[in-house]
């Protein structure tokens, strides 16, 4: 997750800007939409699919309106909504028509200055029909569809004569459904995963078998544990989190610890003749809501995966397009083959450095 470049409210009462990029930057605390008539612009320098919100105070708000502009403001395709009304995450498709612009003192708001003019970003625009409560934001993160390197520094890797752009074969948006593929891939090899990933409890639900004493989610780098639910042999129990409740995690280990015992007829029980130990309906009888990864603000490891995401990305183009035209005179001393051969071993090399290993 990234921070975002800027953050502005449209405020109309006031018919005026309130830049609140610097209290992102700091983490302190954001007033969230105070009446219909506000908007919020979130510009992100690279292509956005969603936000991670940790909220003071919940909001209460009508249906939202999630925009991107295309030449024109067009309602996104939501996959997970978000309302502002608990600490958690929305996201989106991302539609490849997305494109960046700046903000001028006639457009999008006539006769009110922009708090910078030269901001040319990918942006968001929320608007709620209606405020009930106003939400208090004390952290908010982009979620980027490229995370592990961004076609800027693919292009300045390959030593190429401009940016990718809408114009360029690939253009960026390829560049970046390349990176997204180089992602995938790392994580794969390595068992581990730099950018953010959401497990849905209701519709992405990854079960696992009751223990007692605890469990570990099928993966560790947890973000947030939103919900525990175990199955009693009729419906799923929603948990309660807090070590006076029913469990507590321990963000260090990826742990999740019960602090009550609850006892599975089938699962700690004896049916007949024979003992059953988590078979039937009791086998994967844990089911969690979470996000995971590790942060790249902090992770030690990250500036390597993105060396060896820019570098795939880099093989990709080279192996599998034509980008002669691009390429700075001179700079093909080596053979083609050559060069993607010693940028594959590299790869290698670094991806062996930061494989783990998965107990499942």
């Known amino acids: 997750m990234l921070r975002f470049d800027k953050i502005w409210q449209f405020d109309n009462s006031g018919n005026a800007y309130i830049d609140h990029t610097n209290s992102q930057k700091a983490d302190s605390s954001i007033n969230f939409i105070e009446d219909a008539n506000d908007v919020w612009y979130l510009g992100l320098s690279r292509r956005p699919v969603g936000i991670y919100c940790e909220l003071q105070t919940n909001g209460s708000y009508g249906s939202f309106t999630y925009s991107y502009w295309n030449g024109s403001w067009t309602n996104l395709s939501i996959v997970h909504s978000y309302a502002f009304d608990t600490s958690k995450y929305g996201f989106w ?23 910078d003019i030269n901001a040319d970003l990918y942006w968001i625009r929320i608007s709620a029909s ?3 409560t106003q939400s208090t934001i004390s952290k908010i993160r982009a979620i980027p569809f490229a995370n592990y390197t961004t076609p800027t520094k693919v292009s300045n890797f390959l030593q190429i004569k401009k940016d990718f752009d ?10 970046e459904e390349f990176i997204r593929r180089a992602e995938d891939y ?3 090899r390595t068992k581990k995963s730099w950018r953010w990933n959401a497990v849905v409890e209701e519709t992405d639900s990854q079960l696992v078998d009751y223990n007692r004493y605890g469990i570990f989610p099928r993966h560790r780098n947890l973000w947030k544990v939103y919900s525990v639910s175990l199955w009693n042999g009729n419906t799923w129990n929603t948990l ?5 409740n029913d469990y507590f995690v321990n963000y260090n280990l990826g742990m999740i610890y019960f602090t009550r015992l609850f006892l599975l007829p089938a699962a700690y029980g004896m049916t007949g003749r024979y003992f059953h130990w988590g078979f039937g309906e009791y086998k994967n009888s844990v089911k969690m809501d979470y996000v995971y990864g590790r942060d790249p603000e902090t992770d030690t490891e990250f500036y390597v995966v993105e060396d060896i995401a820019t570098k795939l990305v880099a093989i990709d183009i080279l192996r599998h397009h034509d980008y002669s035209a691009l390429v700075s005179s001179g700079v093909d001393k080596v053979p083609l083959e050559t060069k993607i051969r010693l940028l ?9 450095s930061l494989t783990g290993i998965s107990l499942v």
């Open 344 to 352: 594959e071993e590299q790869v290698e090399q670094r991806l062996d």
């Open 130 to 132: 209606s405020v009930t």
């Open 93 to 115: 498709l991302l539609p490849p028509d997305m494109s960046s612009r700046t903000f001028s003192d006639t457009d999008p708001h006539n006769g009110v200055t922009p708090p």
């Open 186 to 188: 790392i994580d794969y």
């Open 166 to 175: 809408a114009s360029t074969k690939p253009t960026d948006y390829s560049v």
């Open 240 to 244: 309660t989190e807090g070590r006076n």
